[in-house]
């Protein structure tokens, strides 16, 4: 099925709009409110429609190139655990889901597709937004799964864990089937980055890519208030320490041949990976810029949706579409 089109919100550093891409959709509008972001956008797709505005703000009334598209999506922000529901920025994230299926009712998309933690599909803390959505949408006859996904099940080097939501229009679709995993071994750390480690010389870049043979843990950016450039919080630290990574903060270059390599001496003895090679482990293309500052440029690779992910959602709704055409035609 050809001419497939999405609008996309809470674009981010574009994970989620590249994989809808290679699955066949073109961008009719993204958005998003981080300025890095966007220049991240605009820099890698100079041709694509990126708005920079909060979604909060957005009126697809000023923007009509975005109604009756085949896909709404939106990688948001993600919504906390009911241990952090007091702090006072807490609801954000819920103002912006809820905001997010109010579009629905202006772009009437076939389909609409929200990501984010694996506790939006499966918990119940999250039971008000479910009777939520399905308050607004089923009356316009969307039906709706809600399923989990690993980001290590599509070749991505990283065990991060999806929620997602797909709300399909009954009567402008087929059956929607869950993305099949695409690989059977897990890409490791080891595999993913040992190329990029040996670039400059580093003689112990073999030796450490064999002892990173186990995927990522989930990387997190952390937001604009809290949290810096670091790979996540302890737990993740000590997994990334026994494959000989130093997790409280990222390098701002590969190791050179001088670099000694000798976790025995602590955080000092351990390699730390770039921004670039987090953009590697989340499975963006080493073409892909990243813009901003450090700090900036790893939240938004920690945030982002892993093309490959992407990707194969695009392809799941692809074929729903396209099972819905064959209906018709044949009709």
Not at 52 to 71: G, I, K, N
Not at 153 to 165: A, C, E, S, T
Not at 187 to 215: C, E, K, N
Not at 295 to 313: D, F, I, K, M, N
Request: negative net charge; proline residues 7%; aromatic residues 6%.
């Amino acid at each position: 099925m050809s001419g497939l089109t999405f609008v996309d919100v809470c674009s981010g550093a574009g994970g989620l709009a590249l994989g809808l891409e290679r699955a066949g959709f073109e961008p009719r509008l993204l958005l998003d409110d981080d300025e890095d972001a966007v220049t991240t956008l605009r820099t890698n797709r100079p041709h694509w429609n990126v708005l920079h505005t909060d979604l909060l703000e957005f009126d697809p009334q000023d923007h009509p190139e975005s109604y009756d598209v085949d896909l709404l999506s939106a990688g948001l922000p993600r919504v906390r655990s009911s241990a952090t529901v007091a702090r006072s920025d807490s609801r954000v994230e819920e103002r912006l889901l809820k905001a997010t299926v109010y579009l629905v009712h202006a772009i009437k998309p076939r389909v609409l597709l929200i990501e984010n933690v694996p506790g939006l599909a499966d918990s119940d803390d999250h039971q008000e937004f479910h009777d939520f959505a399905r308050d607004e949408l089923a009356h316009l006859g969307y039906r709706f799964s809600w399923f989990v996904l690993n980001a290590v099940d599509f070749g991505v080097p990283q065990n991060r864990k999806q929620g997602i939501l797909m709300a399909l229009k009954v009567d402008r679709t087929g059956a929607f089937h869950e993305p099949m995993p695409t690989v059977r071994e897990p890409v490791t750390v080891g595999a993913a980055l040992g190329p990029s480690m040996a670039s400059r010389g580093w003689s112990d870049a073999v030796r450490w890519a064999a002892q990173a043979s186990r995927p990522a843990p989930t990387l997190v950016g952390g937001s604009k208030n809290r949290g810096g450039a670091d790979l996540g919080p302890t737990g993740a630290k000590n997994t990334w320490a026994t494959m000989g990574v130093n997790a409280g903060s990222l390098g701002d270059e590969i190791p050179g041949s001088d670099f000694v390599w000798d976790p025995a001496l602590g955080r000092d003895g351990m390699v730390r990976i770039t921004v670039e090679q987090a953009a590697l482990l989340q499975s963006f293309p080493p073409s892909w810029e990243i813009s901003g500052r450090k700090t900036s440029r790893y939240r938004q690779v920690g945030h982002a949706t892993p093309p490959p992910v992407g990707e194969a959602l695009g392809r799941a709704v692809a074929e729903a579409l396209e099972a819905d055409s064959a209906t018709s035609a044949a009709g």
